[in-house]
């Protein structure tokens, strides 16, 4: 995952090393300029990491949900094209699980280690027709109907920004099919609100601060994020699991955050639960 938005972003941005296990271990969002594109990437830890707890997996979750607010224009779900789990199968249902069933159409398969099928002397194409299942799995994401444009191929070997603008073609094309926007749910504006309301405080008291250093610290502390982290401290600290943290706070949190963050935190925790409980471990 990192190796590919080292490519999209045109540089070392993220660490990155060939390994079967996640080497990112917290999110991270990084933003470079691509044919006049701001472009922001956020680098998440991979959904089957089982080294993390609950508390910590409801803590990225919810951070991730804070640096991609007011929503993102794509989930990438990075996969390579001679490796596919039943874990990884599971990881849209995942998504929506986090972020509602409306966020499939915002969802693609980005392949990395193009260059194992060219060594092989074989076409993506062919691959899936031989892989069912994987077949199945990409026909789910996306909004197209045209099933080519539902993925897209990376050669992590070449700095070839061909790749990245093909990638971004197809991108813009979705984001035009959903209505020409972003997306977004009540969750992510409830982040966005406590972004920039948390931005706004820091500028009032201190007003010598850059205004962009400002929203950067925003993004890491917030009243989402605290809401959030104390929920999954609590649930730890009572060894009753996030869960019913979040069932014994949801008044709190509808008070400290606004009416339906209870909710949405639930469909965190939930989130959270669902990858504990899977049990495995993936890029």
């Keep these: 995952k990192s190796a590919a938005g080292n490519t999209m972003l045109g540089g070392r941005f993220f660490n990155s090393c060939l390994s079967f296990s ?3 271990s917290v999110c991270e969002k990084k933003i470079n300029d691509f044919d006049g594109l701001n472009l ?11 080294d993390k707890s609950n508390k910590e997996i409801m803590e990225e979750i919810a951070k991730g949900i804070c640096l991609a607010a007011p929503g993102p224009h794509v989930f990438l779900i990075v996969l390579q094209p001679t490796r596919f789990t ?3 199968e599971r990881s849209l249902r995942i998504i929506q699980k986090i972020f509602g069933n409306e966020a499939a159409n915002y969802t693609m398969i980005l392949f990395t280690h193009g260059d194992e099928l060219k060594r092989e002397n074989i076409t993506i194409g062919n691959m899936l027709l031989r892989h069912r299942p994987l077949k199945h799995f990409i026909s789910q994401c996306s909004i197209f109907q045209t099933f080519e444009d539902k993925y897209h191929v990376f050669d992590n070997t070449v700095e070839d920004p061909a790749q990245v603008r093909g990638l971004v073609q ?11 926007r972003f997306y977004t749910n009540e969750m992510f504006e409830e982040a966005q609100r406590a972004k920039q309301e948390e931005a706004e405080r820091l500028i009032r008291e201190n007003p010598e601060i850059d205004p ?9 502390d917030n009243s989402f994020m605290r809401v959030a982290l104390g929920a999954a401290a609590a649930g730890a600290a009572t060894g009753a699991g996030v869960g ?8 709190p949190i509808g008070v400290a955050v606004g009416a339906g963050i209870g909710v949405n935190l639930g469909a965190i925790v939930g989130a959270a639960a669902a990858v504990q409980k899977m049990g495995c471990s993936t890029q």
């Design 22 to 24: 996640s080497v990112t």
């Design 40 to 50: 922001a990437v956020i680098d998440t830890p991979g959904l089957f990491d089982t």
């Design 86 to 88: 039943t874990e990884e």
């Design 170 to 180: 197809k991108i813009n094309r979705m984001v035009k099919e959903n209505g020409g």
């Design 212 to 220: 962009e250093d400002a929203k950067r610290q925003a993004e890491r």
């Design 244 to 251: 019913a943290a979040i069932g014994v706070l949801g008044g």
